[in-house]
């Protein structure tokens, strides 16, 4: 097990870029300030996450090919794609241009299941083919596949002036090893070991097995790098809401505050018919954030975090946050010895 000195490898943030309905281009901007912002204070990547028809970002391939020319180092990502919303095919495309234009820094996270309220939105999405969609597995078998070039058509050669390629273009080498899987449960975490992926695991979580959210994680860590090619090199990220006080106004303390309190009810139980359990927002200065994370069975599993900014702050909250998670990275945890914040 690691100890405390043990510096993480990467330290990155999330977050969900909200927006004005009436007036969107503020919101989408404030995202990419933030991914700037990141990059300066030296965090080694930055996420935003995938919203359909709510006010937070819709396009993450659109965002993140907007911050890869805004940036130079920071490494970009999706957490996650909602894979029952996209052709694999088209967004393999899309995937790789983004990649070739950001010099290989994208990190595309992906789920499976079938879209959110899909009654409800089906009939815009797939009129033709909504009772006929497979929303497992295969869907990201086919992602991959297309991304790590493998063939997709029988054809290819030169018709008239035209030259065609069997597989997707731009093909973009390495793309198919930074391919995530956000998962919440174990067969999830199996499957992506076995599939050589990378694993997202967050701030939700199936109670199977437990109704302890850290012994539940840990078991999904575990799950996975067992299946792994790599096994224990098998990379996973953690995502957990972490807010981090110590320089925030009375007024932004006492907002961080009644946040998570309204949150807390969710993590006591399992939630719903699925059994999703919820991890408490964690709160406090960085000396008390450090001696929580620490206790966390799965943290001291892992080397690499994107904690998730709140869904609902305004953008100079999630300004003071960052400058915050940076500082946790000079404390006496793990990000007390991160040793490349700063660089």
Known sequence: MPVPTQPLRKLGFLTIGLFDGDDPRPGHESTLRIIELGERLGFDSAWVRHRHLQYGISSPVA?????SQRTTRIELGTAVTPLGWENPLRLAEDLATVDILSGGRLNPGVSVGPPMHYDQVKDALHPDTADLEDFGY????????????????????????????????????????RMWYGGASLRSARWAGEHGMNFLTSSVV???????????????????RDRHPQGQKGRVSQGLVVIPTDTATPEQRAKYEEYAAKRAPRTATPQGPARMMFAPDLVGSSAEIAERLYAHAAFREIDEVAFALPFTF??????????????????RTRLATHDRVGR
């Open 63 to 67: 965002i993140l090919a907007a911050a």
């Open 138 to 177: 295969e869907r990201v078998r086919r992602l991959l596949s297309f991304v790590r070039g493998e063939p997709v058509t029988d054809f290819s050669g030169t018709e008239g002036f035209e030259v065609f390629s069997d597989r997707v273009q731009p093909h973009s080498p390495g793309l198919g090893d």
């Open 206 to 224: 199936k109670a199977e097995e437990s109704e302890d959210f850290a012994e539940i994680q840990l078991s999904h860590i575990r799950e996975f």
């Open 314 to 331: 305004d953008h100079e909250d999630y300004v003071q946050t960052p400058h915050r998670y940076r500082h946790e990275a000079g404390a």
